[in-house]
Structures are given as structure tokens and as C-alpha cells.
T-cell receptor, first 111, second 114 residues
Framework: GDSVTQMEGPVTLSEEAFLTINCTYT??????LFWYVQYPGEGLQLLLK?????DKGSNKGFEATYRKETTSFHLEKGSVQVSDSAVYFC??????????FGAGTRLFVKA | SQTIHQWPATLVQPVGSPLSLECTVE??????LYWYRQAAGRGLQLLFY??????ISSEVPQNLSASRPQDRQFILSSKKLLLSDSGFYLC?????????????FGQGTRLTVV
């Protein structure tokens, strides 16, 4: 079945450091891909999405490119802030009604 | 615009007591609805989803049940809570994309069974 694998955390960075969180997927067909963010005690918010190969999703300085050839959707940000500390989930949705989530990666950003 | 409401935000219940969590969606009709559970420090587990009134699909056998009495209302229940039912429960609804669906989440309910 479809699955999402993302790098284990926690990831600890200093403010203004470069962030990469790796995400790879297995799916039949060509799913839509997502990154969600969860701040402490809250639900998940959509951070960005890409619905076809080579699309780049971007929001709040975060970017991810849908790479069909490597089945990847890595999340990047050039300069992280303390306020970016959260848990980040990579996800895919293909045929049907379900969204498949990765295990989540916790990010800590130190001032 | 569409909004999703989930309550209560936090709940502490004794083992063996019943449970009822409610979720409602506004601004859309006939949404797909979902209940997820997130154990401490872990990922999301899909518990139930519904594509219409009275239509419930269960993903994992467990001590919980779900009902959809109205188009935009989704309820998660248990007759007798277990300690292992503790966790963060999230309701979600989704919109259809060209491929797959995009999910929108409520703020969650933190359930502690004591």
C-alpha cells in the first residue's frame, strides 16, 4: 500500500540555520503531496502542497518540490526562526479518500 | 469559508467511563469526515472516516466507535474507556483535488484516561 517515510527527529538547529527534512513516498499512480505543521497543543495546519510532478509548493519561506524520479518531497527553509519550532508531517493522498501521513519530525530551533 | 469545530479541547476521564467527542463542519456540504488519534510523541493513526450520513468506515479494531447523525456532524464515542485510549484526537474534513484529497483539521481534543 501507499506509504510515507520521513527522517526521524528531533532536529535541533540554531536560528538562521538551513533546514532540510527528508521525505520519500511509495504510491501507485501519482498522488498529491503535502507538508503539514503542528504547533504544540494544536491541530495540523497545511504548510504547502504539490499536486503533480515538478511542482514546487511554497509558504512562509518553506519550499518542497515534487520529484517523481526519486519519489521525494523534501522540505527546505533557508533561515529558520525560533517560531518554526514544531512537528512537521509529510503526507500523500492518491486514489480514494485517505491521506497517508509520515511519522512526523520534531524541529527545535534555538535562539 | 469553511470552518471545523471540535470540542472539548481537553478531557480527563476515569477508566470505564463513557466518551463522546463531537466535531462539526461549517461552510460546506457532504464533506468527507475523519477521526485520527495521535499518541504522545507519535504520528497520526486514522480511526474512522465517513463519506456520508450513516456511512462509517473503521480502520482499526478498538474500543471506539463513530457516528454521523447529520451531514456535517461527526461523533467519536466509547462505552468504557481504557487507559490506552489516552491521546490527542483530531477531527478532519477534506476536499477533492485533481489527485487525492486535501485535509483540514480541527484543534484537537487532549484525552487523558486516569
Amino acid at each position: 500500500g501507499d506509504s510515507v517515510t520521513q527522517m526521524e527527529g528531533p532536529v535541533t538547529l540554531s536560528e538562521e540555520a538551513f533546514l532540510t527534512i527528508n521525505c520519500t513516498y511509495t504510491a501507485t499512480g501519482y498522488p498529491s503531496l503535502f507538508w503539514y505543521v503542528q504547533y504544540p497543543g494544536e491541530g495540523l495546519q497545511l504548510l504547502l502542497k504539490a499536486t503533480k510532478a515538478d511542482d514546487k509548493g511554497s509558504n512562509k519561506g518553506f519550499e518542497a518540490t515534487y520529484r517523481k524520479e526519486t519519489t521525494s518531497f523534501h522540505l527546505e527553509k533557508g533561515s529558520v526562526q525560533v517560531s518554526d519550532s514544531a512537528v512537521y508531517f509529510c503526507a500523500l493522498s492518491g486514489e480514494g479518500f485517505k491521506t497517508i501521513f509520515g511519522a512526523g519530525t520534531r524541529l527545535f530551533v534555538k535562539a | 469559508s469553511q470552518t471545523i469545530h471540535q470540542w472539548p479541547a481537553t478531557l480527563v476521564q476515569p477508566v470505564g467511563s463513557p466518551l463522546s467527542l463531537e466535531c462539526t463542519v461549517e461552510g460546506t456540504s457532504n464533506p468527507n469526515l475523519y477521526w485520527y488519534r495521535q499518541a504522545a510523541g507519535r504520528g497520526l493513526q486514522l480511526l474512522f472516516y465517513s463519506v456520508g450520513i450513516g456511512q462509517i468506515s473503521s480502520e482499526v479494531p478498538q474500543n471506539l466507535s463513530a457516528s454521523r447523525p447529520q451531514d456535517r456532524q461527526f461523533i467519536l464515542s466509547s462505552k468504557k474507556l481504557l487507559l490506552s485510549d489516552s491521546g490527542f484526537y483530531l477531527c478532519a474534513w477534506s476536499v477533492k483535488l485533481n489527485r487525492g484529497t486535501e485535509a483540514f483539521f480541527g484543534q484537537g481534543t487532549r484525552l487523558t484516561v486516569v
